[in-house]
């Protein structure tokens, strides 16, 4: 497809290669006349140590993996641009957020924090959501994940957090999964992590998509203007699409159907035109109003109640372009939350001061010294300093002079006076006693754990029942189970009581007792619907009703669904009224859990295999509440599963409104009345 270069693009442009119809030549250049043969004394004799070229690719080849992250090791990314929908100079003095002309180059990596970089796309597992700015001021990385809180309140505390989440290491069980002892132990003895707890055993560590995923900054930030003015804030990405999720089981069988599947409908929907896009919102807290909440806003298990703190939406984000090559770009970005330019500053939030220390430590480790010289990671803007040499250097600098203050180069590079556009830190007061304690007011572990469970659906309460009976079901320690419920009995009495059941421990003697505060924001039961960009299987064989499915399937189109056709085998179809379609997915390389809804039209006279299976894709799409529809010869096949009136199962009756209220019911994604609350 076409594309529409930024800025940085441009840049990207001049390190891009392209093999196709060139010359082999080795990385010295000497051209290769044989890239199949080792050379050897003789056609069956041992090779020579002499072989140069031999040497340089299998040498290369040893080297051609770096360290993985430890967490956040599974990723996926692409391009995009950011545009400002109003300016923010009364807040902020950073040159990107002043002109909603401006156009702003960005690069997001979405990742899995605990997983391997082999482990599968849909595990329970929080998600990260990190962005690179590449401003005219220097890059800016918003470094944050799909939840807005965290585990731990403090950074000296990731250690031992990543050790607990990670497979176990007396024998490497389980991959980039939560259910096992030590990560139970862990939240059982860290009570800090109970409102984290909730919400990774929500619906919202299973999410249907990368372009239906909430994002967060996580911590507090400062924007600061020109008059150094501060405000505390925080940083939201809510997608255009809304928030939705999986089912349990769908995530868990998927994870087989296809270990790939985010990353696929990411770049398939990329390439398709179906860009993601994400609106960037801000909470602003003015530093006057710091005091005035029952929480501390610099506590990262907490987050900030939109019903008290508005998110107010100020730009977009779209991304538009797929990567080049997954190594040099997603592999190799360098995402650091301690990058900010002028205008944006920190917070003395414990786990962001840790992490602004931690992640480029990474960066160094893993990529090298001079990682931010690569090209995914160079900034737009231009680069002077005297920092020299080290491991895989690119630049070469002229000149005999390295340091400041110098006179054999008149004192440059200069230093840029703040109000000429050098960073300049707020002059916050700092007061007080060294010493190693948490503040009283970080005190408070269970306030919005409560406050979660409350916001949640009957539907949303039921998958986090079941969500912490799978996991501590897999727990084998019974005073680690034990310990955790006696956690939840402090939020719900309803879910400590279920759970304890499930899972066989004590239910907690200490009664809670009952809150109604709720955010309705929390839910995912509240997001936005729409049609787009979802999948619909359209269960098809030969002689099917050609005019009728034509048009059907043009209305489902122009409403922007995506229709996938499914047959026995791959090839044309020939139906009616002289209509052909060309299947995209047999019953064998396809899958119910890959479609966000059936469309099942059938045939004259379909084969018991096909009618087989396509009860079978029924079945599985009905459990998993999605839409069903059905045309023509199709209806029978659906009425033979019982299933006809049943909520969003729809059957075409020569009714005009067919298209239009199957639509509607792609848009409702999940019909829950199909399930009955647990008592």
């Known amino acids: 497809m076409e594309r529409n270069w930024n800025k940085k693009d441009e840049q990207l442009k001049k390190f891009t290669q392209n093999n196709d119809g060139e010359e082999m030549a080795s990385n010295e250049g000497t051209k290769i006349s044989n890239d199949e043969n080792t050379l050897k004394a003789g056609e069956r004799g041992p090779t020579l140590h002499e072989d140069f070229l031999f040497q340089e690719k299998l040498g290369h080849f040893d080297r051609e993996r770096i360290p993985e992250r430890v967490v956040h090791a599974r990723g996926y990314g692409a391009h995009g641009e950011f545009r400002l929908y109003k300016s923010l100079a009364h807040l902020t003095k950073a040159s990107f957020l002043q002109d909603p002309n401006k156009v702003t180059p960005v690069f997001v990596r979405f990742s899995q924090v605990a997983g391997s970089r082999g482990a599968n796309e849909t595990n329970r597992d929080v998600r990260g959501f990190a962005a690179k700015f590449y401003t005219e001021e ?220 931690s992640y480029a430590d990474t960066q160094l480790y893993r990529v090298g010294t001079n990682y931010q010289e690569l090209p995914i990671n160079r900034p737009v803007c231009p680069i002077h300093n005297n920092q020299r040499d080290g491991q895989g250097r690119i630049t070469i600098n002229r000149g005999q002079v390295a340091y400041h203050k110098n006179s054999l180069a008149d004192n440059t590079p200069s230093e840029v006076p703040p109000e000429e556009g050098g960073f300049s830190t707020y002059r916050s007061t700092v007061k007080g006693f060294k010493e190693r304690k948490t503040a009283p007011s970080f005190k408070d572990h269970y306030s919005q754990a409560r406050l979660f469970w409350n916001s949640m659906s009957p539907v949303e309460k039921d998958h986090i029942i079941e969500a912490f009976s799978f996991e501590l079901g897999k727990v084998k320690t019974p005073y680690v189970r034990q310990h955790v419920v006696d956690m939840l009995g402090r939020i719900s009495s309803e879910l400590a009581a279920i759970v304890a059941k499930e899972v066989a421990v004590n239910r907690p003697k200490e009664k809670q007792v009952d809150v109604t505060e709720s955010s309705p924001a929390l839910s995912l039961m509240n997001q936005v619907r729409y049609p787009n960009t979802l999948k619909v299987g359209v269960i098809i064989d030969k002689g099917f009703a050609g005019s009728l499915t034509e048009g059907i399937i043009a209305q489902l189109e122009e409403a922007e669904l995506i229709p996938v056709f499914i047959g026995e085998e791959l090839g044309d179809v020939q139906g009616t009224d002289g209509v052909s379609v060309s299947i995209d997915d047999t019953f064998l390389t396809g899958s119910p859990l890959l479609y966000d809804g059936l469309l099942v039209v059938g045939g004259k006279e379909p084969s018991r295999y096909f009618e087989r299976k396509a009860r079978t894709f029924i079945r599985d799409t009905y459990n998993h509440f999605k839409p069903i529809g059905a045309l023509g010869q199709g209806a029978e096949i659906v009425g033979s599963t019982g299933i006809s009136g049943k909520p969003g199962v729809l059957v075409d009756e020569d009714d005009t409104n067919f298209a239009d209220d199957f639509i509607s019911a792609m848009a409702t994604m999940r019909f829950w009345e199909r399930v009955y609350r647990k008592a």
């Open 138 to 357: 220097g890059n800016f990385d918003l470094v944050g994940n799909n939840i807005p809180v965290f585990f731990i309140q403090d950074s000296i505390k990731f250690p031992d957090l990543i050790h607990a989440v990670k497979p176990e290491p007396h024998n490497e069980i389980p991959q980039g999964q939560t259910a096992h002892d030590t990560f139970w132990d862990f939240i059982g003895s860290n009570t800090e992590s109970a409102h984290m707890m909730m919400w990774i055993m929500s619906d919202r560590t299973i999410p249907r998509s990368f372009r239906m995923m909430e994002g967060f900054g996580v911590h507090t930030f400062r924007l600061v203007n020109r008059e150094g003015t501060s405000h505390f804030v925080k940083f939201h990405w809510k997608p255009v699409l809304g928030a939705h999720s999986l089912t349990w089981d769908e995530a868990q069988k998927i994870g087989g159907a296809d270990p790939d599947y985010h990353r696929r409908d990411l770049w398939e929907n990329i390439e398709m035109g179906n860009f993601a896009e994400y609106e960037l919102g801000i909470q602003v807290i003015a530093e006057d109003d710091e005091f005035m909440f029952d929480f501390d806003i610099l506590d990262a298990t907490k987050l900030w109640p939109e019903e008290e703190v508005p998110v107010q939406i100020i730009g977009k984000m779209t991304l538009n372009r797929n990567v080049d090559n997954v190594f040099a770009e997603t592999e190799q970005i360098a995402l650091h939350p301690g990058q900010i330019v002028p205008g944006i500053d920190f917070s003395n939030d414990p786990l962001l001061q840790g992490r602004i220390f």
